[in-house]
């Protein structure tokens, strides 16, 4: 019997000694994180221009840190899933591993993920306005207008809106990550935001085998050597064991 198209990938997986991952939204739909597109997706109920975006942000903090304030509790109540397991345990195997995220949760961290780079930043951190101090911020009652405990500046989440650069030393670690794997996954992202999605294409031009996981199909979808429809949670486990 011809193997099945899981099995080719798990395979392949199996056998790269390097190995990228980059995912989305759609990891953390298991846990209970909404997703941005498609039905229940956060962008259905608010424009994304009145919320991620640094003209949101100045026209009206107070709105943009409501839906943060709201996103963050919702999110201190998610677990990771198994799929976020089944890639902690694939880096354990995987000699050069990086996991590439354009999730702000947290949760892959939380899975046991350490070679992460969290290309749209991080849910749980702040960073002032003012004097530009970084920290970590877990609290879930936060004011209408976050201060900064060092100058007492607005503090913003050290989110990536739309029409902000990424960071570019993470963009470039993500490139090489991308350019130099010999397996890459692409797991639960609708690959239409830029430059995050073009991270597939940059790992399969440069001659990785390339594998996606998502409920349905994506722009990547055409481009890559093996399209897994189905829940990244029951996918994953099934591919790295
Ligand atoms: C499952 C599942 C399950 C569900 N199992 N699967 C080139 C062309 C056109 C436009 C641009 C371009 N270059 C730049 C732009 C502009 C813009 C952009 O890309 N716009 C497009 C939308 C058109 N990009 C930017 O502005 C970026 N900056 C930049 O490029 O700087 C340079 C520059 C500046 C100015 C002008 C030009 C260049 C920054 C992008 C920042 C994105 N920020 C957000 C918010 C982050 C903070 C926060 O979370 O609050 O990032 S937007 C949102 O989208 C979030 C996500 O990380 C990102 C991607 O979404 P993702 O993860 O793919 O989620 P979904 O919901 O879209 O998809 C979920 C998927 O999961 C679906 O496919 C489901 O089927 C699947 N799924 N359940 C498996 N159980
Ligand atoms: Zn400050």
Known sequence: MSPTP???AAQRLALAGKVAV??????SAESGVPTFRGP?????NHRPEDLATPQAFARDPELVWRWYNWRRRLIAGCAPNPAHLALAALEQRVGDFTLLTQNV??????AGSRNLLEVHGNLWMVRCTVCGALYEERGLGLPARPACRQCGG?????????????DSAILDR??????????MLVVGTSAVVQPAAGLASV????????????LEPTPNSREVDVSLM???GEILPQLVD
């Open 154 to 166: 607005l503090l913003r989440p050290h989110v990536v809106w739309f029409g902000e650069s990424l």
């Open 105 to 110: 949760d947290g949760l892959h961290r939380l």
């Open 40 to 44: 229940g997706g956060l962008w259905e």
């Open 22 to 27: 980059l995912t989305g939204a759609g990891i």
């Open 174 to 183: 993500a490139w090489r990550a991308a350019a130099g794997c010999q397996a």
């Open 203 to 214: 790992a399969k031009q440069a001659g990785a085998f390339v594998i996606e996981v998502n």
């Open 230 to 232: 189905g829940k990244a």
């Open 6 to 8: 899981l099995q080719i």
